[in-house]
């Protein structure tokens, strides 16, 4: 059985989904873009402060849940540029724990919500 996660400390959703869902000992998040959970638009400035603020989002969504991001097993990043990864790839880094860095994948995409430069989900354990 699936229980919906719901936090203010991350963005409200923006459509017909949930800011996560636990089944069983797992939670997997709906792709955060870089929306400041109190105004609803997307953070200023560039892909690291992007990023920042995605894996923020998420890092209040696994807390709600009671779990943590040295709890996450996998990652997906959507980013509008690869040229843009090394940058980002700084700021994720900072989330995790070197050596229990979790399983990601990187895809390179035309175009993210609201324009977003990046967009990052996550399963990860309770």
Not at 12 to 41: M, V
Not at 79 to 97: E, H, P, R
């Amino acid at each position: 059985m699936k229980k919906a996660i719901a936090t203010k400390k991350a963005p409200a959703a923006i459509g017909p989904y949930a800011q996560g869902n636990i089944f069983g000992n797992l939670i997997f998040t709906s792709g955060q873009i870089p929306l400041d959970p109190e105004t609803g638009a997307i953070v200023a400035g560039g892909i690291e402060e992007q990023a920042k603020q995605s894996l923020s989002n998420i890092k209040a969504i696994l807390e709600e849940a009671g779990s943590s991001m040295d709890k996450v097993i996998k990652t997906t990043v959507f980013i509008k540029n690869m040229d843009d990864f090394a940058a980002m790839n700084a700021v994720y880094g900072s989330f995790f724990t070197e050596g229990a860095y979790p399983s990601r994948s990187a895809v390179e995409v035309a175009r993210l919500p609201k324009d977003a430069l990046v967009e990052i989900e996550v399963i990860a354990e309770l």
